[in-house]
């Protein structure tokens, strides 16, 4: 019986997994590029300028320290040397500059040696009217033709009149549109007599600017590289991510339509090798489910289904047919009525204690006892068709467990013994209590046994050997594993021994419960 199951149309819209990852590393890499971009096109401008006035000042210190050194002029020339800086330094005398005491000059493009001395000394008035006592000023170095100089430069020395100390007559050889940017710094300095003096520093540097359309376009180059890249690696490794996914969508979809036949492949990643693992399981446990769930529609639709119609069938026979009211058929409904009662009772019981939901109750009682008892209900049978159960007790021994259980595993073995044995009808019960205290209950019975394929499956949920018996069984199947599993909610030991055409002895064994 194949169960249809209606296939639905399970597409689902949105993103997928190549999508997002596609997406979410295009957007990664644009952002890492956006902020990039920001600090080596935006912002290296300043922060190289911001560097190269900040040696300015270290050169500046450096004279502020060893103005008074006898050394000064080999200090300038290393510091003019390390920094690349030209340097010169005037003495001043009433506000004015006056003496040039040292001259470092290292660029042909130096300012300082192209101002003349009004524009110097504007400067040097600049700084001392600071807060730090120095004046920095930049200028864009601009040849304008052969011959002519800088803007910078003429605007420092408008007539020309340079100072003595300026030899240049020509223009900076290495000059270039914007190509460099000059920037001048003077300090106002006091040595410890009172003498004053103005430290002038040339630097020269090229901004970072003037190759700017050069890195855009390399940076455009890097961002087209890196953003396909980061497409090819995200498709990648989707794709090693969905196609597990996708078949194991493909798998679960079989699953659903009600082929439990179907494996989900362990590949992929740990997580969907785990998933399928996990699928795997799932599915051989629905597929045994689903496997009882047949078989006890087939067995109960079976079972409730030939007592129904026995004892419809009869009732109406009696009701219709003159004569045919008799005790018998009275009996033989009787009969079915009772089957049909032990198989829906043994039905309810099964499926409330293999749920998991019972618990047994552990109460002391007299289990040799309960035996007796169990035994008494079949004193019609032993009176009225010969039966002979005989139980053998050298004393009574209490047991800790659930009173209710155990009397309902006696009386299923009992019942067994019963309608399994041979024809002497005979079954005997024994209890034996062991050296280790725990007492075992065996009965036994002259049957035909079990034989050695059978004997594995007594146990299992609707298992029923196909043996033709004695006498009329009304089992369910039922019965054995409703013994096995209350046996195993006491953590109970028990079996079966058997010998075909001998009998049986089914057993299980407690703990004596000993007062002391
Ligand atoms: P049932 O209701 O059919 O007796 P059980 O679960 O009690 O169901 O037993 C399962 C099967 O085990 C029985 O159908 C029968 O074939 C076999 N069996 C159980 N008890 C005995 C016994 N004492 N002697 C021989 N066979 C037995």
């Avoid at 005398?93 to 040039?100: C, I, K, P, Q, V």
């Avoid at 005491?101 to 400067?123: G, N, Q, R």
């Avoid at 690696?233 to 079989?254: V, Y």
């Avoid at 087939?298 to 047919?321: C, F, K, Q, W």
Wanted: charged share 25%.
């Amino acid at each position: 019986m194949k169960v249809q199951i209606r296939s639905k149309n399970h597409k689902v819209s949105g993103v997928g997994i190549r999508g997002q990852l596609v997406i979410g590393f295009t957007l990664f890499v644009l952002m890492v590029l956006i902020i990039v971009w920001i600090f080596q096109v935006l912002l290296l401008d300043y922060f190289y300028e911001k560097t190269k006035l900040s040696e300015l000042g270290n050169v500046l210190d450096g004279i502020e320290t060893y103005l008074e050194d006898s050394e000064l002029d080999s200090i300038c020339a290393d510091l003019a040397g390390q920094y690349d800086v030209c340097i010169s330094i005037f003495r001043v005398a009433d506000g004015e500059l006056s003496e040039l005491i040292i001259d470092k000059e290292v660029s042909p493009t130096c300012l300082i040696h192209y101002a003349d001395k009004t524009s110097l000394s504007s400067y040097y008035h600049e700084a001392v009217n600071s807060s730090d006592g120095t004046f920095t000023r930049k200028y864009p170095l601009v040849r304008s033709g052969f011959g002519e100089l800088t803007k910078a430069s003429s605007e420092l020395s408008s007539d020309r009149d340079r100072m003595k100390f300026d030899k240049k007559d020509h223009p900076p050889a290495d000059m270039s549109d914007g190509m460099f940017v000059v920037a001048v710094s003077v300090k106002a300095l006091t040595d410890s007599e009172g003498n004053e003096y103005a430290a002038f520093i040339n630097l020269k540097f090229t901004p970072v600017n003037a190759i700017e359309q050069t890195r855009s376009v390399q940076f455009l180059y890097i961002a087209a590289v890196v953003v396909l890249s980061a497409v090819v690696f995200a498709l990648i490794f989707s794709g090693r991510i969905a196609r597990p996914l996708e078949k194991m969508t493909r798998s679960a979809e079989l699953m659903a339509e009600g082929d439990f036949s179907t494996q989900f492949n362990e590949e992929g990643y740990r997580e969907t090798r785990r998933l399928a693992k996990t699928l795997n399981y799932a599915v051989d446990e629905i597929s045994k489910t689903d496997k009882l769930r047949r078989e006890l529609i087939a067995n109960v639709s079976h079972d409730l289904r030939t007592p129904l119609t026995l004892i419809s069938g009869y009732s109406e026979m009696m009701r219709d047919i003159p004569g045919e009211n008799t005790p018998e058929n009275s009996q033989l409904i009787i009969d079915e009525t009772r089957r049909l009662a032990t198989l829906v009772n043994d039905m309810l019981d099964f499926s409330k204690y293999s749920s998991g939901l019972e618990i047994p109750e552990l109460r002391i009682f007299n289990l040799t006892e309960s035996v007796r008892r169990t035994m008494s209900r079949y004193n019609e049978l032993v009176r009225m068709h010969g039966y002979h159960i005989e139980f053998d007790a050298n004393s009574d021994v209490f047991v800790s467990a659930d009173e209710r259980m155990i009397l309902q595993v006696i009386y299923n073995l009992i019942n067994n013994a019963v309608n399994y044995t041979g024809h002497d009808k005979t079954v005997y019960i024994k209890q034996t209590v062991k050296e280790n205290g725990d007492v075992r209950i065996s009965i036994t019975d002259t049957g035909k046994g079990i034989s050695e394929s059978d004997m594995s499956h007594i146990w299992d949920r609707y298992y029923r050997t196909d043996n033709t018996h004695v006498r009329a069984v009304t089992g369910s199947g039922l019965g054995l594993s409703i013994v096995s599993r209350l046996l195993q909610l006491h953590s109970a030991l028990y079996g079966v021994e058997s010998t075909e055409a001998v009998g049986s002895t089914f057993w299980f064994e407690l703990k004596t419960y000993v007062n002391n």
